[in-house]
């Protein structure tokens, strides 16, 4: 045993850090859920492998131990919102690596809440902007539990009550809307360009 005052390493590395198209996939996880460095994701992996491996243990257990602790193990994911209730062990096997990570509170307030990006979320709940019932969360790799989920909310301070609304579209954002709206227009506009230039040559 260590000293309870230091804390343990609660994650581990890959074995090939540096291969390319691990890196490469690393870097696409890192953007999508807006973590801030490699370590976020390495200790979602290493707790994925750790519910993964429960899972292996319990499937090799007599159906006597099996039937009684089973129901735990399922009880506790369908919690936290990762499996669904009446799944089966082969449906925790089956979890992925991005089914973790969208039950962050970084991930789950950004589409809550309508923030532009995950970082844009992951700035609010640091800055103490996002609060769960009545208590302020400022973690974002918080797990959140299905039932905290309609508890999710912003401060009655916080600015962001001004500057978030829900999009009009599926596009997102106003500005992609705009976009959208001037591409349509510009094909109609050169379509009166070319009728008044063979209008004028007719004339002529």
Known sequence: MGDPKTSRKVWKKPKRPLNYDLKMDELKTLG???????????????EL?????????????????????????????????????????????NL?????LSRRLQTITQKK???????????AIVHGHIMIGDNVVTIPSYVVKTAEENKIHLTPESHFNEMLSEPESDLGSPETENLEIQTNEQPESKEQAVKQDTTKESTE
């Open 49 to 93: 492998s750790r519910v993964r491996l429960q899972a292996r243990s319990l499937l090799a257990l007599r159906q006597e131990e099996r039937e009684r602790k089973e129901p735990i193990l399922m009880q506790s994911l369908t919690k936290i919102g990762l499996v669904d209730e009446g799944s089966t062990l082969d449906d925790v096997l």
């Open 96 to 100: 992925q690596i991005n089914d973790l």
């Open 32 to 46: 999508t859920f807006g973590l801030k460095t490699k370590q976020e994701l390495w200790k979602t992996q290493t």
């Open 113 to 123: 809440l309508f923030f532009k990006t995950p970082y844009q979320a992951r700035q």
